[in-house]
């Protein structure tokens, strides 16, 4: 079960780049596509090419029955959740602060797993967040600034994240990986699709000078492909593997990726403030790594999920 721990830590990291690694390309298209309609179509091309490979080589799973239904469908609603408080947030707060507040999700995850699914994060782990939490401070915040209504959205933002990946703890090991993120991919895109049609100018934002912007469409299948479609199936597959407080923990190296991504491709630098946030940020998560898993004294310890 260890070195099945190791290996799901290492594709959650992967998953963790992937987003990161896209920061860049999504607030680029997102400047000529509003986010909602975006985010739409994303979900959207992601789902269609999982019920494509469901429907070629793996049809006998594509029979859903309400248990994955609704699974996918709460996985779904916290996922979006996150982004349009997010989205929303940061119309009145900072990217900083609301970088920041967002990954306050590490924090609410293992409280969260202690009351939800009674797993308790070893020392290492708590640790491990600790210094994740420093470190996700020093790279966002250049100053202290005064709550606003933007920061409450944001803070509903981690706590949606929060529940989602909770919420994958529970369902990954009952469910099969591919079903279960075709479902909750579909569910997203359902919803940011209804929330463009009611929010956003959706009839000028699906003009062809629009869909054929190169940045869009590079955007667009790059994230749904690799940061939508295969990050949230080895997210259904490899989670089940690990904990969800490691999992945060993982999870909050993305805006490190994202940081080092822009560094190649926009030029941005950090500031020595910000690679001491990063480090930090990496720190912990090797904390929690090399401190065991908190799973060997949970239920998921005796786990044998099936394949997807």
């Not at 469908?73 to 996150?82: C, N, S």
């Not at 929010?199 to 869009?216: G, H, I, R, T, Y």
């Amino acid at each position: 079960m260890v070195r099945k721990s190791l290996l799901a830590d290492m594709v959650l990291l992967v998953v963790t780049f992937s987003w990161g690694a896209t920061f860049v390309l999504v607030k680029e298209a997102i400047e000529t596509m509003p986010p909602f309609t975006f985010l739409g179509v994303r979900f959207a091309i992601a789902a269609v090419l999982l019920f494509l490979i469901l429907l070629l080589f793996k049809r006998e799973q594509l029979q859903f029955d309400n248990g994955i239904l609704k699974a996918g469908a709460v996985l779904g609603f916290w996922l979006f959740a996150g982004y349009i408080f997010q989205t929303l947030g940061l119309q009145y707060t900072s990217a900083s602060k609301a970088g920041f507040i967002t990954g306050l999700s590490v924090v609410l995850v293992p409280l969260f797993s202690v009351w939800l699914l009674r797993i308790k994060p070893k020392r290492a782990t708590v640790i491990g967040v600790g210094a994740a939490t420093a470190g996700l401070a020093l790279l966002s915040l250049d100053k202290v600034e005064a709550a606003n209504f933007g920061d409450f959205l944001v803070l509903l933002c981690a706590l949606s994240y929060a529940m989602h990946i909770i919420m994958m703890g529970k369902y990954a090991p009952k469910f099969k990986a591919l079903p279960l993120a075709l479902i909750q991919i579909t569910a997203v895109a359902i919803f940011n699709l209804v929330g463009a049609f009611l929010f956003e100018p959706w009839q000028s934002a699906m003009a062809k000078d629009v869909l054929f912007n190169p940045s869009v469409d590079l955007a667009l299948i790059i994230t749904a492909v690799f940061a939508t479609a295969l990050a949230f199936v080895a997210q259904s597959q490899f989670q089940k593997f690990t904990t969800p407080t490691r999992t945060a923990l993982i999870f909050s190296t993305e805006p490190v990726f994202a940081a080092v991504t822009a560094y190649f491709w926009a030029d941005e630098r950090l500031s020595g403030q910000g690679i001491i946030g990063a480090l930090l940020i990496l720190a912990g998560m090797l904390m929690a790594e090399l401190g065991g898993s908190d799973k060997e004294e949970a239920t998921a310890g005796g786990v044998s999920p099936e394949s997807c």
